[in-house]
Protein backbone atom coordinates (compact mmCIF):
# COMPACT_ATOMS: atom_id res chain seq x y z
CA UNK A 1 0.00 0.00 0.00
CA UNK A 2 1.38 2.99 -1.27
CA UNK A 3 1.58 6.27 1.47
CA UNK A 4 2.82 9.88 1.01
CA UNK A 5 2.61 11.86 3.90
CA UNK A 6 3.03 15.53 3.55
CA UNK A 7 4.72 18.05 6.41
CA UNK A 8 6.18 21.30 7.30
CA UNK A 9 3.02 23.50 6.50
CA UNK A 10 2.29 26.84 8.31
CA UNK A 11 1.60 30.23 8.44
CA UNK A 12 4.68 32.54 7.55
CA UNK A 13 4.81 36.35 6.05
CA UNK A 14 5.46 37.15 3.03
CA UNK A 15 9.33 37.08 2.31
CA UNK A 16 9.34 34.13 4.12
CA UNK A 17 10.45 30.24 4.04
CA UNK A 18 9.04 26.89 4.56
CA UNK A 19 10.35 23.68 3.45
CA UNK A 20 7.81 21.11 2.83
CA UNK A 21 8.33 17.44 3.09
CA UNK A 22 6.98 14.21 1.66
CA UNK A 23 7.51 10.66 3.01
CA UNK A 24 6.80 7.70 0.76
CA UNK A 25 6.33 4.21 1.71
CA UNK A 26 5.05 1.05 0.14
CA UNK A 27 6.93 1.64 -3.38
CA UNK A 28 10.44 1.80 -4.69
CA UNK A 29 11.04 5.36 -4.13
CA UNK A 30 14.02 5.53 -6.58
CA UNK A 31 12.28 4.46 -9.12
CA UNK A 32 9.52 7.06 -9.85
CA UNK A 33 9.52 11.40 -10.57
CA UNK A 34 8.10 13.13 -7.52
CA UNK A 35 5.67 16.17 -8.19
CA UNK A 36 4.57 18.90 -5.70
CA UNK A 37 1.06 20.38 -6.39
CA UNK A 38 -0.97 23.03 -5.28
CA UNK A 39 -4.43 24.04 -4.99
CA UNK A 40 -5.90 27.16 -3.74
CA UNK A 41 -9.41 27.91 -2.71
CA UNK A 42 -11.53 28.28 -5.88
CA UNK A 43 -8.79 27.46 -8.19
CA UNK A 44 -8.18 24.52 -9.91
CA UNK A 45 -4.89 22.04 -8.58
CA UNK A 46 -1.92 23.01 -10.39
CA UNK A 47 1.67 21.64 -10.89
CA UNK A 48 4.34 22.98 -9.52
CA UNK A 49 7.40 21.33 -9.65
CA UNK A 50 9.02 17.76 -10.28
CA UNK A 51 12.15 16.18 -9.60
CA UNK A 52 12.88 12.82 -11.75
CA UNK A 53 14.12 9.92 -10.39
CA UNK A 54 17.88 9.99 -9.69
CA UNK A 55 17.33 13.64 -8.85
CA UNK A 56 19.47 15.39 -11.24
CA UNK A 57 16.41 17.23 -13.53
CA UNK A 58 14.03 19.28 -12.03
CA UNK A 59 11.25 20.98 -13.66
CA UNK A 60 9.11 24.19 -12.25
CA UNK A 61 6.11 26.54 -13.17
CA UNK A 62 7.09 29.90 -13.84
CA UNK A 63 5.87 31.14 -11.03
CA UNK A 64 7.65 29.50 -8.67
CA UNK A 65 11.29 29.73 -10.29
CA UNK A 66 14.09 31.45 -8.57
CA UNK A 67 11.54 31.24 -5.58
CA UNK A 68 11.07 27.46 -5.03
CA UNK A 69 13.42 23.98 -5.29
CA UNK A 70 12.49 20.70 -5.33
CA UNK A 71 14.92 18.30 -3.99
CA UNK A 72 15.11 14.29 -2.87
CA UNK A 73 16.45 12.08 -0.69
CA UNK A 74 16.36 8.55 -1.88
CA UNK A 75 17.50 7.22 1.24
CA UNK A 76 15.03 8.93 3.22
CA UNK A 77 12.17 8.40 0.16
CA UNK A 78 11.63 11.94 0.82
CA UNK A 79 10.72 14.58 -1.62
CA UNK A 80 11.36 18.39 -0.18
CA UNK A 81 10.05 21.51 -1.55
CA UNK A 82 11.74 24.35 -0.06
CA UNK A 83 9.88 27.38 -0.78
CA UNK A 84 11.78 31.24 -0.71
CA UNK A 85 10.31 35.00 -0.99
CA UNK A 86 6.62 33.70 -0.39
CA UNK A 87 3.97 35.71 -1.71
CA UNK A 88 0.10 35.16 -0.62
CA UNK A 89 -0.56 34.01 -3.60
CA UNK A 90 1.34 31.22 -2.68
CA UNK A 91 -1.34 30.28 0.06
CA UNK A 92 -2.81 26.92 -1.09
CA UNK A 93 -2.83 23.24 -0.02
CA UNK A 94 0.10 21.54 -1.06
CA UNK A 95 0.48 18.01 -2.58
CA UNK A 96 3.08 15.35 -3.43
CA UNK A 97 2.11 13.08 -6.06
CA UNK A 98 4.04 10.05 -7.36
CA UNK A 99 4.44 10.92 -11.30
CA UNK A 100 2.56 8.16 -13.63
CA UNK A 101 0.75 6.53 -11.03
CA UNK A 102 -2.59 7.76 -8.87
CA UNK A 103 -0.85 8.09 -5.38
CA UNK A 104 -1.50 11.86 -4.02
CA UNK A 105 -0.51 12.71 -0.46
CA UNK A 106 -2.89 14.25 1.85
CA UNK A 107 -1.96 17.80 1.58
CA UNK A 108 -0.51 20.11 3.56
CA UNK A 109 -1.91 23.98 4.23
CA UNK A 110 0.65 26.97 3.39
CA UNK A 111 -0.40 30.27 4.72
CA UNK A 112 1.58 33.35 3.55
CA UNK A 113 -0.35 36.54 5.46
CA UNK A 114 0.71 39.30 7.95
Known amino acids: QVQLVESGGGLVQPGGSLRLSCVAS????????MSWYRQAPGKERELVAT????????KYVDSVKGRFTISRDNAKNTVYLQMGSLKPEDTAVYYCKVVTTPYWGQGTQVTVSS
Open 51 to 58: IFDTGTST
Open 26 to 33: GLTFRNYA
